[in-house]
């Protein structure tokens, strides 16, 4: 939690795995597990690790307090398989296939606007606002509103933060109140709407009583919208400082545009734009010899689970070429997140058409600088010289 770590946190990873890979923290009255085995084990085992905010509010640790809706990511089976089946209606690969017409659009605009200029901010310039123009169309909301949600986003993201201010936490809350009267309206406009877009599937769903109500629509739309903007601007952002920090993993790309999507999945590895994920003890749990009681709070360090050497050869080395286990990224189980195809294809068609439009691509500054974010690791700024 303090500045140097999350700067580079992956040091301090190494030694906790290396000492205490079941590890009780006391500051945060919860266990962390920080090896790609455990990690992916809590994460599917849902009878045993709850996402539930009803059981995160009698627990003892100090995770981030529930937020004010009870969307799927915060059920359980049965409730998260209802909804779950829902939002899979969103997100079908007819929708995806769609997409990738926008997606390409929007990316070529995008470098080609970043190669008339000799420097740009790849995150506020490129990263930001790909995410969040496919995300709109994506969902069938109007381009005019992305102002909005850039505000809404960034405030509501910082409800997962375990070092989130009371002032942070006030206007995260009031950004949600916002949220949910912005979409609970569009969802009873679009209620007899034929369109394919995310808003009009879940409208016709929730009026026809079908899986889901406008309360649950509204919260899921909420959470697509957010994670879809958030995760994939910093997916983007890290990938690019993994590139141009490594010469020759970026001409490689360059030169086989075929390793895409198995560099794509390197930079989710490499420096995952999400670092932890939380649970609830159900039970009593034994973990390497530590009991995890009933009612604790376990944090899931994705971050570290990806750089585990037990999984991944030379785990510190960022390679395009790498084989072996999936990373622990999207999660896994129940809760393996539903927008990772789309992730995928925007992070796909940015890098294809900036190794192929830009020919310089460096780094304008020395020491990018991450958020302050324990959950999400995402770079504030990445200035980048660029030519065509």
């Given at each position: 939690m303090s500045p140097s770590v999350i700067q580079d946190p992956y040091r301090t990873y190494a030694r906790l795995r290396r000492r205490s890979p079941v590890h009780r923290s006391t500051i945060l009255g919860s266990w962390l597990l920080t090896r790609y085995e455990d990690v992916l084990e809590a994460a599917k085992d849902h009878e045993r690790f709850s996402n539930n905010p009803?059981?995160?509010?009698?627990?003892?640790?100090?995770l981030p307090p529930a937020p004010d809706d009870y969307s799927i990511l915060?059920?359980?089976?049965?409730?998260?398989?209802?909804?779950?089946?829902?939002?899979a209606k969103a997100f079908t690969s007819t929708r995806l296939r769609a997409l990738d017409e926008t997606i390409a659009r929007v990316a070529a605009e995008l470098v080609e606007g970043a190669a008339g200029r000799r420097t740009i901010d790849w995150i506020a310039e490129v990263a930001e606002p790909l995410a969040m123009r496919v995300m709109l169309a994506m969902l069938g909301l109007p381009?005019?509103?992305?102002?909005?949600?850039?505000?809404?986003?960034?405030?509501?993201?910082?409800?997962?933060?375990?070092?989130?201010?009371?002032?942070?936490?006030?206007?995260?809350?009031?950004?949600?109140?916002?949220?949910?009267?912005?979409?609970?309206?569009?969802?009873?406009?679009?209620?007899?709407?034929?369109?394919?877009?995310?808003?009009?599937?879940?409208?016709?769903?929730?009026?026809?009583?079908d899986g889901i109500s406008m309360a649950e629509a509204s919260d899921m739309l909420s959470v697509l919208m957010i994670a879809g903007n958030e995760t994939t601007t910093h997916l983007i952002g890290n990938g690019m400082l993994a590139l141009v920090r490594d010469r020759e993993q970026m001409q490689?790309?360059?030169?086989?545009?075929?390793?895409?999507?198995?560099?794509?999945?390197?930079?989710?590895?490499?420096?995952?734009?999400?670092?932890?994920?939380?649970?609830?003890?159900?039970?009593?749990?034994?973990?390497?010899?530590?009991?995890?009681?009933?009612?604790?709070?376990?944090?899931?360090?994705?971050?570290?689970?990806?750089?585990?050497?037990?999984?991944?050869?030379?785990?510190?080395?960022?390679?395009?070429?790498?084989?072996?286990?999936?990373?622990?990224?999207?999660?896994?189980?129940?809760?393996?997140?539903?927008?990772?195809?789309?992730?995928?294809?925007?992070?796909?068609?940015?890098?294809?058409?900036?190794?192929?439009?830009?020919?310089?691509?460096?780094?304008?500054?020395?020491?990018?600088?991450?958020?302050?974010?324990?959950?999400?690791?995402?770079?504030?700024?990445?200035?980048l010289r660029v030519a065509a």
């Open positions: 009803r059981w995160r509010e009698a627990t003892r640790s100090v915060l059920v359980d089976p049965p409730e998260h398989t209802r909804l779950r089946r829902c939002a381009e005019r509103d992305h102002r909005r949600w850039e505000v809404w986003s960034r405030r509501r993201a910082r409800l997962l933060e375990m070092i989130a201010t009371r002032r942070e936490r006030k206007a995260a809350h009031i950004a949600g109140s916002e949220i949910r009267r912005y979409f609970t309206a569009l969802l009873r406009q679009r209620t007899q709407s034929s369109e394919d877009d995310a808003v009009s599937t879940l409208a016709r769903l929730a009026a026809a009583g490689r790309l360059r030169e086989e545009p075929k390793r895409t999507r198995a560099a794509i999945n390197e930079m989710l590895r490499f420096d995952s734009p999400v670092q932890t994920d939380f649970r609830i003890a159900k039970a009593d749990v034994v973990v390497r010899g530590r009991t995890i009681r009933a009612g604790d709070g376990v944090i899931l360090l994705t971050g570290s689970a990806n750089r585990d050497g037990a999984a991944f050869e030379n785990p510190d080395t960022f390679d395009i070429t790498r084989t072996g286990p999936k990373h622990a990224s999207f999660g896994h189980g129940v809760h393996q997140c539903i927008g990772a195809e789309l992730a995928r294809m925007e992070a796909g068609a940015i890098f294809t058409e900036a190794l192929r439009k830009l020919g310089t691509i460096e780094l304008a500054s020395n020491s990018p600088h991450y958020r302050t974010s324990t959950v999400i690791r995402g770079l504030a700024a990445l200035p």
